[in-house]
Nanobody, 121 residues
Framework: QVQLVESGGGLVQAGGSLRLSCAAS????????MGWYRRSPGTQRDMVAR???????AIVEPVKDRVTISLDAAANTGYLTMNKLNPDDTATYYC???????????????WGQGTQVTVSS
């Protein structure tokens, strides 16, 4: 199965910005859509934003003004940009992708390993 490699997490001060990346491991696969989810300690994993290959996006209301999601279809890489970060954004962020296998002509869903974002006040 495809490996989704995430990067871009880290420690940032409140008010700062981060861009997370999620890349499919090989060009055997085509990313049909990608989502970003986050989970804080003691909570469930919640969706932050999602994008389809054709460009349609959905961003949850609480972060809609601070978050941008994009997908570089040619590179099979998705991005989540977050601005005006605050301590409530501290969480492990996971990418999730609907992927088409160009060899087997099958479609499946896959999760990244997660990247930690910590926002200090």
């Amino acid at each position: 199965q495809v490996q989704l490699v995430e990067s871009g997490g880290g420690l940032v001060q409140a008010g700062g910005s981060l861009r997370l990346s999620c890349a499919a491991s090989t060009d055997r696969y085509t990313v049909l859509g990608m989502g970003w989810y986050r989970r804080s300690p003691g909570t469930q994993r919640d969706m932050v934003a999602r994008i389809l290959r054709a460009g349609a996006t959905a961003i949850v209301e609480p972060v809609k003004d601070r978050v941008t999601i994009s997908l570089d279809a040619a590179a099979n890489t998705g991005y989540l940009t977050m601005n005006k970060l605050n301590p409530d954004d501290t969480a492990t962020y996971y990418c999730n992708a609907d992927v088409y296998d160009n060899f087997t002509h099958s479609t499946f869903n896959s999760w990244g390993q997660g990247t930690q974002v910590t926002v200090s006040s």
